[in-house]
């Protein structure tokens, strides 16, 4: 069974660190490309970043480009997102979400249950 | 502002065919990019529901069926039972922005 465990989320105060984790699991973990996505309050989904198997390829959304950055350790079957520089507008559920480009598909197949950021003085 | 448009709400009784519309441009939809659908309940995560425009995952049932037609995409739930009541999201890829984009969602409510 396909499973995708995040954690790391809290309370931070604005300019402050937080490192959410993702440990997955029931698949060839070291194969797959990993996303993070994002979902304020009451709103709608945000794709924040990704990286590749080999983590060769990271891509991120304007928003976080410089603050965030996205990593993984196959060996641990663990993908994070180092987030500096938090700001209030980074308030969010934040997702990790598999790729489906194995599958052929630019989409996420799989998700995990979500950990909440809160940036608030 | 969403990269992809879709209606806030639609609704319908059960036993009806609703349809959910997700439109786009010529860098996204238009630009020949795949367009997939999600369901969310309340508090949980997001799930595949449609995927490649319109195929359906291993489990979801067959009254979830996506098409798509130049720079739109649609999600139709035939047969609307009450526990599809759910936020439905679209999404696809900007090949000139150069990020996967969402719609805003639709709430589905079954009267």
């Known amino acids: 069974e396909v499973q995708l465990v995040e954690s790391g989320g809290g309370l931070v105060k604005p300019g402050g660190s937080l490192r959410l984790s993702c440990v997955a699991s029931g698949f060839t973990v070291s194969t797959y490309s990993f996303n993070w996505v994002r979902q304020a309050p009451g709103k709608g989904l945000e794709w924040v970043s990704s990286?590749?198997?080999?983590?060769?390829?990271?891509f991120y959304t304007d928003s976080v480009r410089g603050r965030f950055t996205i990593s993984r350790d196959n060996a641990k079957n663990s993908v994070y997102l180092q987030m500096n520089s938090l700001r209030a507008e980074d308030t969010a559920v934040y997702y990790c979400a598999r790729d489906g480009y194995n599958s052929g598909y630019d989409d996420f197949d799989y998700w995990g249950q979500g950990t909440l950021v809160t940036v608030s003085s | 502002q969403s990269v992809l448009t879709q209606p806030p709400s639609v609704s319908g009784a059960p036993g009806q065919r609703v349809t959910i519309s997700c439109t786009g441009s010529s860098s996204n939809i238009g630009a020949g990019n795949d367009v997939h659908w999600y369901q969310q309940f309340p508090g949980t995560a997001p799930k595949l529901l449609i995927n490649g425009n319109s195929n359906r995952p291993s489990g979801v049932p067959d009254r979830f069926s996506g098409s798509k037609s130049g720079t739109s995409a649609s999600l139709a739930i035939t047969g609307l039972q009450a526990e599809d009541e759910a936020d439905y999201y679209c999404q696809s890829y900007d090949s000139s922005l150069r990020v996967y984009v969402f719609g805003g969602g639709t709430t589905v409510t079954v009267l």
């Open positions: 990286i590749s198997s080999g983590s060769t390829y990271t």
